[in-house]
């Protein structure tokens, strides 16, 4: 059982995964935890994410243990990683490994939730169960401003708005598997919904294909 989880950031996929994961009792990948642990093994070693050729062979080199790196929620590391998943390469070296996760969850479970920006498009094109959770640019910066300011880090409401039209920008018109609805997918807006009742709406969904 795979079920893709596609969206802009912080529309909701992350905790709407998670609920999945453990309803389900299916394995979990965050896959944009992937590009920003590539882009911050960049960052780290003084190099420029935009420097493609760096940028495929550090996502050639990632280790399992960088995924566990402190600083890979931080607005520098989502920053990182919307310009290295803009390089071709570096989105092919990492499709092995999200395949594979897929293919052969950790622990054996019975499959697997992943969630990002091309699940459902390229890397689980046959999963049963696509959902694409989008919400309102003005939505999303609030409930990121509202994250940052509970980690306790600075954060000015107009620049998280600006940054995330940047970022979506970037994401949506990349000319590699950019940020899109695969044609099967269940649209899930969650503008006006609490984290209980986009679960809901998703299990119904999900019911409804198995
Ligand atoms: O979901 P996130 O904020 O952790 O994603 C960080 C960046 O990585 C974002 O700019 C989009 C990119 N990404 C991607 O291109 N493909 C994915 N499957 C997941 C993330």
Request: charged content about 30%; aromatic content about 4%; overall charge negative.
């Amino acid at each position: 059982m795979i079920i893709a989880i596609d969206g802009p950031a912080a529309a909701g996929k992350g905790t709407l995964a998670r609920r999945l994961a453990d309803h389900f009792d299916l394995a979990l990948l965050d896959t944009g935890l992937l590009y920003r642990a590539v882009g911050m093994n960049l960052v780290r070693a003084g190099a420029d994410p935009d420097d493609a050729a760096k940028a495929a062979e550090a996502a050639r080199n990632l280790k399992p243990e960088d995924l566990e790196a402190g600083d890979l929620r931080d607005d520098a590391a989502a920053d990182a990683a919307s310009r290295v998943s803009a390089v071709p390469d570096v989105r092919a070296a990492l499709l092995d490994f999200q395949r594979s996760f897929a293919a052969e969850p950790p622990g054996g479970t019975r499959g697997a939730v992943l969630d990002g920006r091309d699940i459902g498009t390229v890397v689980c094109p046959d999963a049963e169960s696509k959902l694409f959770v989008t919400a309102s640019p003005e939505v999303r910066a609030e409930r990121r401003y509202l994250e940052l300011r509970e980690r306790g880090l600075d954060a000015i409401h107009g620049r998280v708005l600006a940054d995330m039209k940047e970022r979506d920008a970037r994401d949506s018109e990349r000319t590699v598997s950019p940020l899109e609805p695969a044609k099967d997918a269940f649209l899930l807006d969650t503008s006006d919904l609490d984290a209980d009742q986009v679960f809901a709406a998703a299990l119904d969904f999900i019911n409804g294909n198995n």
